[in-house]
C-alpha cells in the first residue's frame, strides 16, 4: 500500500468523526432548545396560575378547588406545619363529607336502603 492511502484513510476518519461530531451537537443542540422552550411553557403556566387564582379570588369571592380555605399552591414549604396538618386534616374531612352525601343521594335516587352511618345515626 502506498504511503499517500495512508494519509487518504486518515482524512477519511477524521472528516466522518468530525460529521458525527456536528451532527451530534446539531442534535444535541435542537433537543436543548426543545427543552427550554418547554420549561418556558410551564413556567409561564405556573406563573399565570396563582396571579389568576388571586384575581378570581378578589373579585369573585373564595376560589373553588381543594385549597379553598387553606394555602395556596406553591407555599406549603413556607407555611407552618401545625397549619399544614390543620389544613390536610380539613381536607381529608370535607372529602369524606363529600363522598358521603354523594353515597346517599345515590342511593336516595335508586331507592335503594341507606347505611346508618351514612344518615349520621351513629
Do not use: C, N
Not at 9 to 19: G, H, Q, Y
Request: aromatic share 10%; charged share 20%.
Amino acid at each position: 500500500m502506498p504511503w499517500w492511502s495512508w494519509i487518504l484513510i486518515w482524512v477519511a476518519l477524521v472528516s466522518l468523526s468530525l460529521l458525527l461530531f456536528v451532527l451530534m451537537g446539531v442534535r444535541l443542540f435542537r433537543q436543548f432548545m426543545a427543552t427550554v422552550k418547554e420549561l418556558g411553557e410551564a413556567g409561564d403556566k405556573l406563573t399565570s396560575l396563582p396571579v389568576a387564582a388571586a384575581a378570581s379570588a378578589g373579585a369573585a369571592g373564595p376560589v373553588p378547588g381543594p385549597y379553598a380555605g387553606g394555602v395556596a399552591p406553591g407555599t406549603a414549604p413556607f407555611a407552618s406545619p401545625h397549619q399544614m396538618q390543620h389544613d390536610y386534616h380539613a381536607s381529608k374531612e370535607a372529602r369524606r363529607e363529600a363522598r358521603r352525601q354523594r353515597r346517599v343521594r345515590r342511593k336516595t335516587d335508586r331507592g335503594q336502603p341507606q347505611r346508618l352511618r351514612d344518615i349520621e345515626f351513629r
